[in-house]
């Protein structure tokens, strides 16, 4: 007969359970489930429970039954160092929440399960949908988690904090979008210093990001973006610190997969103006707090968006000054122009202009005809990566971007 073992989990995963001595049993959610029963059972088969008992499995901690029909190990026989444990388990998952209640798909490391989960004599460990990030983002955000912890050793944050009180001041970023805009009638071009992408692979073998940084801002870029994420986009915060001390005066965007506020100090300290928010993978609150430390450190927050959930999202968010809406999905790589357009119709382009927010159009901008569909769509600015760096005097590649020379 086999025996049905209760867990608490919650609805919306699909999980697996492995035991200490490893064999797998897959979780089911019941197919009606019932109040104070439930929503996931296991499935054992006796012979497994009865090969186990037999191997003689060191004495567990005891479970206690909860009313809606979940178990709990008891805490009071739980080494100490397994209960803290399971408490950032369960402050990990809670964070999961919020941020799958407000659409983020993204999650931010793979999901390892609770510690441990006491069952009698057994000791099982839930293996949440396993070790596989569901797409490219997410497997980029997975690895930028490790990174920055990494990162964070070498250089804490005590440690940057000091080389800021020596840093020369920012460029002002909204400020040259805006003068730009205004000189030439025309959306203000953040051209981009990326070398490679994973959707398109090496975008240009001869990349000098100094040379092409300089290029751009004869062609009459108001700012420029650098990639400093290595291991997806081959680019790095040396080419940031490069550009910025080689005498560009175009402000200068880091884009990097933030996910922790230590990455906006880093940042500012390797020369950055401003700094990329993906609301993909960002809750609210802590968009709302990088924006905060953004403005302590005189660093724009350039907020992006890729669908009208994430626009609505970042338009409840106070401080917001400029978004990017992406027309290019970062999980699936489909990249389509006409997506400015629709965030900004209707009453979304209405709040957006009575909050005097400056829109970004990213991605995907080949032509003057692009160019004049997002600014017929509403937005001030474009950012411009694959088209410009691809042409072998990219100077020469804004003037064809834009149908006319826009330098000064
Ligand atoms: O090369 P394109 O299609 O012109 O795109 C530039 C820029 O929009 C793109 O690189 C980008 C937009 N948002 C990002 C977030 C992370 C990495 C890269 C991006």
Redesign the pocket.
Known sequence: MDSVIPLRTTTATAATVATTVRPRFSIQPLSNPRPNKPAFSLSVPSSIFMSHRARNLPQCSPVRAQQDGSAVASESTIPEGDALKIKEWEAERFKDEIATSEGIRIRRRPPSGPPLHYVGPFEFRLQNEGNTPRNILEEIVWNKDKEVAQMKEKRPLIVLNKLLSSAPPTRDFLGALKESYSRTELPALIA?V?KA?PSRGVLREDFNPVEIAKAYERGGAACL?V?TDKKY?QGSFENLEAIRNAGVECPLLC?E?VIEAWQLYYARVKGADAV?L?AAILPDLDIKYMIKICKLLGLTALV?VHDEREMDRVLGIDGVELI?I?N?D?GTFK?DISNTKKLLEGERGERIREKGIIVVG????FTPADIAYVQEAGVKAV?????LVKQPDPTKGISELFGKDISC
């Open positions: 981009e990326k992408s973006s990639l986009f884009k997969f990329l993906i992006e990017g992406n290019r970062l990249v990213e991605s995907g901008l950012l411009v990566g694959e088209s």
